[in-house]
């Protein structure tokens, strides 16, 4: 799995996040990390047309708040309700 993830991160420009399940989230919580730490400077963009996303961005937003996770990891992730809106945050500025 971890070599997996490492050919993925090598190879990507930017990481979308679809919903999805456990397996999803790892993918997402080691990019984010990863990037948080700077091993990438890639974007992360979470795409939630639905609100799949909303318990776990309201458990983020709670771990912001308390201080266990910095504003600066926050900015990392990019939330989108769109495909259209998820590729444009991934375009270079």
Same mark, same amino acid.
């Given at each position: 799995?971890? #070599?997996?993830?490492?050919?993925? #991160? $090598?190879?990507? $420009? %930017? =990481?979308?996040?679809? @919903? *999805?399940?456990?397996?999803?989230?790892? #993918?997402? =919580? $080691?990019?984010?990390?990863? *990037?948080?730490? *700077?091993?990438?400077?890639?974007?992360?963009? !979470?795409? /939630?047309?639905?609100?799949? =996303? $909303? *318990?776990?961005? %309201?458990?983020?937003? +709670?771990?912001? /708040?308390? +201080?266990?996770?910095? @504003?600066? %990891? !926050? #900015?990392?992730?990019?939330?989108? /309700?769109?495909?259209? /809106?998820?590729?444009?945050?991934? %375009? @270079?500025?």
């Amino acid at each position: 799995m971890w #070599e997996r993830k490492q050919i993925m #991160e $090598d190879r990507s $420009d %930017a =990481f979308i996040v679809l @919903p *999805g399940g456990v397996g999803t989230l790892d #993918e997402l =919580f $080691d990019a984010w990390t990863d *990037g948080y730490l *700077g091993t990438h400077d890639k974007p992360i963009v !979470m795409v /939630d047309p639905w609100g799949h =996303f $909303d *318990g776990l961005r %309201a458990w983020l937003n +709670g771990l912001l /708040d308390t +201080g266990y996770v910095s @504003p600066t %990891a !926050m #900015e990392r992730l990019v939330v989108v /309700d769109n495909v259209k /809106d998820a590729l444009r945050a991934c %375009a @270079p500025s």
